[in-house]
C-alpha cells in the first residue's frame, strides 16, 4: 500500500520519512515530487487543520491513493499569533525562509525576553479517495532568539528554542527535534488513524 506525502517542502519531507517511517506502518511513503504534474492547491483554509485538509484531499483525489499533509506555522504570542498559517509567504515571496526569518525578528525587534514566546503549530490531516478525512494537531512551545543560531532544521527552527532546553531546534539533531515537535507529535498522533483506515 503506498501513502502518499503531500508536500512540496524538503523540510517537511526529510522529517515525515523520518516519523512515519519510524511507526512501522508497513507502507511505502510516496513524496509529491513524484506527480509534477499535479498543480499545487491553494491554501484557502484560516486555520492550520483546513489548510492540511485541503492539501490530503488534493493529493488524494489526483492520485487515487490516501495522502497525509501537514500545514505548520510559527505563532508568536506578541504579534496576536503571526505569522500563524502565513508563515511560509510572511516577507512576500512562498518559501524564501532567510526572508521570512529576517522579517520576524526585525518585527520583535529588542522586545524583553518574557515577551518573547512563541510556538511552532502543526496540523497532519489524512485522506483517503473516498473522501474519509482525520486531522490532528501538535504543538511546540518556545521563545525567540534575538539571532538566528544553528544550521540543522529548517524555515524558523534558527530562532525558536524549546522550553526547556538552552538551544534552538536548529542546534538539535533530526532525531532529537522529531523527538518533541509539533511535527512530531501530530504525526504521531496520526498513526492510528492510518492504521485504521489504510486498506491492507
Ligand atoms: P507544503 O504546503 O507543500 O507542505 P509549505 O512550505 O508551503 O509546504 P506551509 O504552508 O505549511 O508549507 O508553511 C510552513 C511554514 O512554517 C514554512 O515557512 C516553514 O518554514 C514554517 N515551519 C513549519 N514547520 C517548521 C519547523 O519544523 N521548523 C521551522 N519552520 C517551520
Ligand atoms: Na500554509
Known amino acids: 500500500q503506498r501513502l502518499v506525502l503531500a508536500t ?4 517537511k519531507v526529510v522529517e515525515l520519512h523520518a516519523i512515519l517511517g519510524a511507526a512501522g506502518l508497513g507502507v511505502e511513503l510516496v513524496g509529491a515530487d513524484a ?3 499535479i498543480p499545487d492547491v491553494a491554501e484557502t483554509g484560516v486555520t492550520f487543520a483546513e489548510n492540511a485538509l485541503l492539501k490530503a484531499h488534493a493529493l488524494a483525489q489526483a492520485t487515487g491513493l490516501p495522502a497525509v499533509a501537514d500545514d505548520s506555522g510559527l ?9 500563524g498559517i502565513f508563515s511560509a509567504r510572511w516577507a512576500g ?3 524564501d525562509d532567510k526572508a521570512n526569518l529576517e522579517l520576524l525578528l526585525a518585527q520583535i525587534g529588542d522586545i524583553a525576553p518574557p515577551n518573547r ?3 511552532f503549530a502543526c496540523a497532519a490531516a489524512l485522506a483517503l479517495p473516498d473522501g474519509t478525512e482525520r486531522v490532528v494537531t501538535g504543538r511546540l512551545l518556545g521563545t525567540l532568539r534575538y539571532e538566528p543560531v544553528g544550521s540543522g532544521g529548517f ?7 524549546p522550553d526547556g532546553y538552552q538551544v534552538t531546534c536548529a542546534e538539535l539533531s533530526a532525531d ?3 523527538a518533541i515537535s509539533h511535527r512530531g507529535q501530530a504525526f504521531r498522533a496520526l498513526v492510528p488513524a492510518v492504521r485504521e483506515l489504510l486498506p491492507r
Not at 8 to 11: F, L
Not at 75 to 83: H, S
Open 8 to 11: 512540496r517542502n524538503a523540510g
Open 35 to 37: 506527480y509534477p504534474e
Open 75 to 83: 505563532c508568536v504570542d506578541v504579534l496576536g499569533g503571526a505569522p
Open 93 to 95: 515571496t512562498h518559501g
Open 117 to 119: 514566546g512563541a510556538h
Open 155 to 161: 524555515g524558523y527552527d534558527p530562532i525558536l528554542q
Open 176 to 178: 532529537e527535534k522529531n
